[in-house]
């Protein structure tokens, strides 16, 4: 995983609540073990309506999402985040998420922000009145700005994501930074027990 400090783009209002995982990434793609090439798949069966937002050209390259409350619920499948990413996406804006969708947005690099609904109803209203709208999100700061409505809104971060965020460390990369104390204690394990390969 990549450190994270700014997302700086465009959004795309997606106005709909409850959105689970299964519509994030419908079932039949969880076969792939692999984490690329989820973002043909993302919103598969909504993309098949021409009007659907993600269909429409002027939210074409947005970086983060701006959706309904309760984003990411249902099932705990890593698959939806993995989606989200490959698509493009680096950070959804919701009043609520899923836990485990929260959880997992954050050990593979998806910032999830909360802000009140009225914040994120106001800034709804600015992307789609002007899809070209900046939206800034510093995670050192735990700061949404958004210039063009005055927004500059604090959201909630504990200090562990943040720093994991900051540094780029997904949980292999926590793991990693104990290879040589890892590296010591095989070294002086018995020699009939089993081994870690490499």
Do not use: C
């Amino acid at each position: 995983m990549q450190p994270i400090k700014e997302i700086k783009g465009t959004a795309l209002p997606l106005e709909r609540s409850d959105v689970d995982t299964d519509q994030i990434i419908p079932s039949e793609w969880l076969k792939k073990v692999e984490r690329t090439g989820f973002g043909e798949g993302l919103f598969e069966e909504w993309r098949e309506d021409p009007s659907f937002v993600l269909n429409n050209p002027e939210y074409l390259n947005s970086k983060i999402i701006v959706a309904g409350p309760n984003f990411g619920t249902g099932s705990s499948r890593e698959h939806a985040v993995w989606a989200l990413t490959d698509y493009g996406f680096e950070a959804v804006i919701s009043a609520r998420f899923g836990d485990i969708f929260r959880n997992n947005s954050t050990k593979a690099g998806l910032v999830p922000v909360v802000l009140p609904q009225a914040e994120v109803d106001a800034i709804t209203a600015q992307v789609k009145k002007e899809p070209k709208t900046e939206i800034i999100i510093d995670i050192a700061s735990r700061t949404a700005t958004v210039a063009a409505i005055g927004l500059a809104a604090d959201f909630p971060m504990d200090d562990f994501t943040q720093y994991r965020l900051l540094e780029g460390l997904d949980d292999i990369g926590l793991t990693l930074r104990y290879v040589d104390e890892i590296d010591a204690y095989e070294s002086n394990r018995a020699s009939w027990l089993p081994r870690m390969a490499g």
